[in-house]
C-alpha cells in the first residue's frame, strides 16, 4: 500500500505513548511517520500498558505519514482491547484507517491451513451422521419432485421444449455408441480369455460361449454401459445445470414459473430411460462377439458352434432382466447428474466438484443397486 503523507514535516520515526484520562480510560497516542519500510514499534508494549482500563481512545494528530504498518499495528491492538473487554473508540483515527480498519473486519480471515485444536471424535461423528442424514432427504425430495415430473408428463402436464429432448438423446444414444462398443466389446473378450483359460484345464472350452453369453445380457452389459453413460453423460449433466446455476439461469426459469425439474430435469431422465435399454442391448451383442473373437480365434471352434451354444445358453430373461436394470441405472445417472449439478456453487471451481461427485455418486448407486437385485433375483429364483 502506498504510504499517506499527512504533512510535509521530516520524518520522525514512529512512536506510541499510553496517556491516562481517568481511573479506567486511556488514550493511545500515535506520532511519527508509521512506514513499514522505517521499522514500526510492537503492539505487544502498548497493549501491556493498557492493563486495567475499560475505555480506550486514539489520537493520531502527531501522524504525519502512514502506510499499511499502521493499520496492521492498530488490528492487533483492537483485538487485544477486544479479549480484554475494553471498548474502543476509533474516533482520532485518520478516516482511511477507519475504513481500512472496516474494511479488513468486514471480510473474515481464512482459516485454511491452521492448527486449531481438534474436534472430539464424538462431535465428529455427530456432524458425520447429521450431514448424511441431510444428504439422504435432499436425495428423497429429488426424487420425490422427479417422480411428480413424470406425473406431470403423464397428464401433459409438463413444461420441456421437444427439442431439448431430442437433442439429449441424440447425446445419450448415437453419440455414445463408439465408447460402449470399445469398451463391451474388450471386456467380452476379456472375459471369454480369463474362462478359456480355465475351462480349457477340463476340455469344457466350448462353454466359454455360455459364460460369456449369460454374464454379458445378466450383468456386465448393463453394469459397464451404465458406468460409461456416468462418466459422459452423468458429468454432462451435472457441468450442464452448474453453469446454469452459476450464471442464475435457474433461479431465472423459477422467477418466470417454470419448473425446473419439468424443463431440465425430466428431459435429461426421458432421454437416458429411453437409450439405455437400447444401448445395453447392443452392449449384449458386442460383447458376445467380443467372446466369439476368442472362441473362434483361440479355442478353434467353429462360428457355428459357438453361436448355436450360445443360442442355447441364453433366454429371453436375461435379456429382459438385463434391459431392466439398466433403466433403473439409466434414472439413477441421471437423477444424480443434476442433483450434483443443481447443488452446484456459483464458481468455476464448483461446477468441476460436481461434475466430478456425479460420477462417483452414480458409480456407487450403480453398484449397490446391482448387489440388491442380485439377491433378489436369487430370492426370486430367477
Known amino acids: 500500500m502506498a504510504a499517506v503523507s499527512l504533512t510535509s514535516d521530516v520524518e520522525v520515526a514512529a512512536r506510541t505513548s499510553v496517556r491516562r484520562t481517568g481511573p479506567d480510560s486511556a ?22 500498558e493498557l492493563g486495567g482500563i475499560r475505555r480506550l481512545g486514539f489520537d493520531a494528530t502527531r501522524v504525519t505519514a502512514w502506510d499499511s504498518g499502521l493499520v496492521t499495528f492498530t488490528l492487533k491492538v483492537l483485538g487485544e482491547a477486544k479479549r480484554a473487554a475494553i471498548d474502543a473508540d476509533r474516533g482520532g483515527l485518520p478516516e482511511g484507517v477507519r475504513r481500512l480498519l472496516a474494511l479488513a473486519e468486514a471480510v473474515p ?27 439422504a432427504r435432499i436425495g428423497v425430495a429429488f426424487l420425490g419432485d422427479s417422480v411428480l415430473a413424470l406425473l406431470a408428463l403423464v397428464g401433459g402436464r409438463a413444461r420441456f ?34 474362462g478359456a483359460v480355465q475351462l480349457q484345464q477340463f476340455g469344457a472350452s466350448i462353454y466359454v460361449a455360455n459364460l460369456v453369453a449369460i454374464a454379458m445380457t445378466r450383468e456386465i452389459a448393463g453394469i459397464m454401459t ?13 457441468a450442464q445445470l452448474g453453469t446454469m446455476n452459476t450464471n442464475q439461469e435457474i433461479d431465472a426459469l423459477s422467477t418466470m414459473g417454470i419448473s425446473p425439474m419439468q424443463f431440465l430435469v425430466l428431459p435429461r431422465m426421458l432421454a437416458l430411460i429411453l437409450m439405455m435399454p437400447l444401448l445395453t442391448l447392443y452392449a449384449d451383442l458386442v460383447g458376445i462377439l467380443g467372446g466369439a473373437v476368442v472362441g473362434i480365434g483361440m479355442l478353434a471352434l467353429s462360428p457355428t458352434q459357438y453361436f448355436e451354444q450360445t443360442k442355447g445358453a441364453v433366454h429371453l430373461s436375461d435379456f429382459f432382466i438385463g434391459i431392466a436394470k439398466s433403466s433403473v441405472f439409466g434414472v439413477v445417472v441421471a437423477l444424480a447428474g443434476c442433483l450434483r449439478g443443481m447443488q452446484s456453487g456459483r464458481s468455476a471451481a464448483a461446477v468441476g466438484l460436481a461434475a466430478t461427485s456425479a460420477v462417483v455418486t452414480s458409480i456407487v448407486l450403480i453398484i449397490v443397486l446391482d448387489g440388491f437385485f442380485a439377491v433378489l433375483l436369487n430370492v426370486l429364483g430367477f
Open 27 to 48: 488514550v493511545l497516542e500515535l506520532a511519527g511517520a508509521w512506514l513499514s519500510r522505517r521499522g514500526l514499534p510492537e503492539p505487544d508494549a502498548s497493549v501491556r
Open 109 to 135: 480471515e481464512k482459516q485454511t491451513g491452521r492448527s486449531g485444536a481438534r474436534t472430539p471424535w464424538l462431535a465428529r461423528l455427530g456432524a458425520s451422521a447429521t450431514a448424511t442424514a441431510e444428504a
Open 161 to 194: 421444449r421437444m427439442s431439448d429432448l431430442f437433442l439429449i438423446i441424440q447425446e445419450c444414444g448415437p453419440r455414445a455408441l463408439g465408447i460402449v462398443t470399445l469398451i463391451t466389446f474388450l471386456v467380452g473378450l476379456i472375459l471369454a480369455f480369463v
Open 226 to 238: 451404465a458406468i460409461v453413460m456416468a462418466g459422459r453423460t452423468g458429468a454432462a449433466f451435472a
